[in-house]
């Protein structure tokens, strides 16, 4: 079974400030996606960004970008320039990528408050 | 074009009734998922469905928890006799392809509180 650990539970950060939000896992998988996904007030869950396991290159998306290090199973979120709509909870999650069931398993999350 | 939606957005039960929570997918899609997340929790894997047919209920706490698809399109999540510990939020999600990875889109769940 897989476990995804995220030890934080809230953070705060400034307008226009860099924040990363850290996750481990734990698995014996050897192939598998990770995830970061979003989840506003509304509780929409959003994704934010994917990486897959085999991929070297840590993936990035506009403001956001991953730090992956997969011996280390570490799978950090760094979100740059923030901004007012980046307050929400925000989920690390994995999955495996054989079988036929795609599911997801989620951390606990980390409430981020981005401040004024 | 339409997300998921999820309905009702909120359910009060009374402890020992039954409630049956409603999931319609994006048109087309294959893959059907519910999860549950308990107030300050992330969400929890519960059944998986791929077209009508339903590949994964391990999730599924107890066998007072039902789900069904039965024509590959809507689903729904039918809790009978229910206890104050399965107040949470039931989310849904689904994805176009049944191989391989596809993004699993969320609808915005259904609170439910038992009284």
């Known amino acids: 079974a897989q476990t995804v650990t995220q030890s934080q539970p809230e953070m705060s950060v400034q307008e226009a400030e860099t924040v990363t939000l850290s996750c481990t896992y734990d698995t014996s998988e050897n192939n598998y996606y990770l995830f970061w996904y979003k989840q506003p007030p509304s509780r929409q869950m959003i994704l934010v960004i994917r990486?897959?396991?085999?991929?070297?290159q840590n993936a990035t998306e506009n403001r956001f970008s991953v730090n992956f290090q997969k011996a280390a199973k570490s799978f950090s979120l760094k979100i740059s320039d923030s901004q007012l709509g980046d307050t929400a909870m925000y989920f690390c999650a994995f999955m495996k990528r054989s079988g036929s069931n795609y599911k997801l398993t989620f951390g606990k999350g980390t409430l981020l408050t981005v401040n004024p | 074009g339409a997300g998921v939606s999820q309905s009702p957005r909120y359910k009060v039960a009374k402890r020992g009734q039954d409630v049956a929570l409603r999931c319609d997918p994006i048109s087309g899609h294959v893959s059907l998922f519910w999860y549950q997340q308990a107030l300050g929790q992330g969400p929890e894997f519960l059944t998986y469905?791929?077209?009508?047919?339903?590949?994964?209920k391990s999730g599924l706490p107890s066998d007072r928890f039902f789900a069904e698809r039965p024509e590959g399109s809507v689903s729904t999540l039918k809790i009978q006799r229910t206890q104050q510990e399965d107040s949470a939020v039931y989310l849904c999600?689904?994805?176009?392809?049944?191989?391989?990875?596809?993004?699993?889109?969320f609808g915005p769940g259904t609170r439910l509180t038992v009284l």
């Open positions: 999600a689904s994805s176009s392809r049944q191989g391989a990875y596809n993004e699993q889109f």
């Open positions: 469905f791929q077209n009508e047919a339903q590949l994964d």
């Open positions: 990486q897959e396991a085999y991929k070297q």
